[in-house]
């Protein structure tokens, strides 16, 4: 039964290869991408020597060309016909696997004068479902990445508690502990756009963005664990990073959502993501969601950080900085089409994207072509979760004339991301932080695509 499916597929595979349409529809992910990204890919590809493996062995020249591994996956050698010749054997790979050598998407830098104190994009139209591997989960860091020894590492909980307390990794790793998927959001995602269409493609626009399933203890066990006094309302939360970055949470979000995460995507989180401590407080500005954790300190009043009153306060059209907002509005984007994608012909295509919101659920999308005159219900492709992202798609028939392809988040509450014309009424354009308008990409008559204000 099982070898006929194997041959089975096997014939259809000689098929496709051999028609036209197909050939043409395969490599369709690779084409809509302009030459200017394929370049660069192929050159990062083909600047180490590569071990002498017969040219015939390979399936194509492409991949004969391949030289060195994409960050993330070991080359091995790639037979005509696998079913020809052994598969390598179990383990070779010291038993933590590596992703396939044909599969190169990475986090891309900014262009900040050093990398210590920067940010990384996901790359958002390379994601294939709803949780970002965590290799790929976007990076902010003030002061570089700590290498920390777990079993030199605590958490203190102090301040206005009856009892402060010291955790080990160990004696937290011991309490009963939760798992829920929420995005991180930078609140400077898309921060570009205000003023002009910056963002050449959605990797930069929206690319500090990463969803992933944490797990950890609730911050409610700490503050049981210690005691709360009567006026106890505010807590801060300190990383062991160069920065000793510094937030202050109001204690009842803590209280009711804040997770002392220790798990990411089923393992121990990653060195850039705060190992092996951080802090997730959902649906609030990324900021807040201190990484590599080690201390706690509960108070009465807010404790003026660098960070809410030099950082993360907003210029409003009277003048006056707003401060402490936390939540991230609703928000999406189309992922494909999206800028610096090049759609080879007029026909039939899926619009994918991605929406999230801070505050609540995502109720339904919606999806205009026109730039924003007519609006259809897209297809949510996954079960929509608080304080969580989703995937959303959409079929479009494109008749090769130019489109304005947009799409917009309904949150359970009823609230609907705004256009940018609305969100600038709402809070000028000196703002920096907080930039949940709709996002128009154009596709113009070659077929380009393009990032445009409507
Ligand atoms: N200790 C510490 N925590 C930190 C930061 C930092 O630099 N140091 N950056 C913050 C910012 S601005 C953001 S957006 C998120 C980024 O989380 P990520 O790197 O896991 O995506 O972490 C936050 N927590
Ligand atoms: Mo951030």
Not at 272 to 277: A, D, R, S, T, V
Not at 323 to 334: C, E, N
Not at 336 to 358: C, D, N, Q, T, V
Request: with cysteine; aromatic share 10%; charged share 25%.
């Amino acid at each position: 039964m099982q070898e006929r499916a194997v041959a089975q597929r096997h014939d259809n595979g000689k098929q496709k290869s051999a028609s036209v349409e197909d050939s043409e529809i395969c490599p369709c992910q690779d084409g809509m991408h302009l030459d200017v990204d394929l370049s660069r890919r192929r050159m990062l590809m083909s600047t180490a020597a590569i071990a002498a493996v017969p040219a015939q062995l390979f399936a194509s020249s492409a991949i004969a060309e391949t030289k060195t591994a994409p960050p993330g996956a070991v080359l091995y050698d790639v037979p005509d016909d696998p079913t020809k010749v052994m598969g390598r054997a179990l383990l070779e790979d010291g038993g933590y696997g590596t992703r396939s050598q044909f599969e190169t998407a990475v986090r891309a830098r900014a262009d900040n004068p050093n990398d210590m104190t920067s940010w990384s994009y996901t790359p958002l139209a390379d994601m294939k479902g709803n949780l970002t591997p965590s290799g790929l989960h976007y990076e902010r860091h003030h002061g570089g990445i700590p290498a920390i020894d777990p079993a030199k590492h605590f958490l203190y909980v102090h301040g206005m508690v009856d009892e402060a307390k010291k955790f080990s990794i160990a004696d937290i790793l011991r309490l009963p502990s939760i798992t829920r998927r929420y995005f991180i959001e930078c609140s400077g995602n898309t921060y570009d756009e205000w003023a002009k269409p910056k963002g050449k493609n959605v990797q930069v626009t929206h690319g500090l963005l990463s969803t992933s399933e944490w797990t950890g203890v609730p911050f409610a066990t700490f503050a049981r664990h210690v005691g709360l006094k009567d006026d106890a309302s505010w807590v801060l939360g300190e990383g062991a990073d160069a920065a000793v970055m510094t937030r202050s949470i109001p204690l009842d979000k803590m209280l009711t959502d804040g997770l002392i995460a220790y798990g990411q995507n089923g393992e121990m989180i990653r060195p850039e993501q705060g190992y092996p401590l951080r802090l997730v407080v959902p649906g609030y500005e990324g900021n807040m969601m201190i990484k590599w954790l080690r201390r706690l300190q509960v108070s009465d009043r807010p404790f003026m950080t660098r960070e809410e009153t030099g950082r993360y306060t907003g210029l409003m059209p009277n003048g006056r900085a707003r401060q402490f907002y936390y939540s991230m509005d609703a928000k999406s984007v189309i992922t494909f089409p999206s800028g610096e994608m090049l759609l080879p012909k007029p026909g039939h295509y899926e619009i994918r994207g991605i929406a999230w919101s801070g505050r609540g659920r995502v109720q339904a999308v919606d999806i205009s072509m026109d730039g924003g005159k007519n609006w259809i219900p897209a297809r949510i492709d996954d079960t929509p979760e608080a304080m969580s992202s989703v995937r959303f798609s959409c079929p479009w028939f494109w008749d090769g004339k130019p489109a304005i392809l947009q799409s917009r988040c309904i949150e359970d509450s009823g609230y609907v991301q705004p256009t940018r014309t609305e969100l600038i009424r709402l809070r000028g354009d000196h703002f920096f932080y907080h930039y949940n308008a709709i996002q128009s990409w154009a596709v113009a008559a070659d077929g380009s695509v393009s990032n445009v204000h409507v």
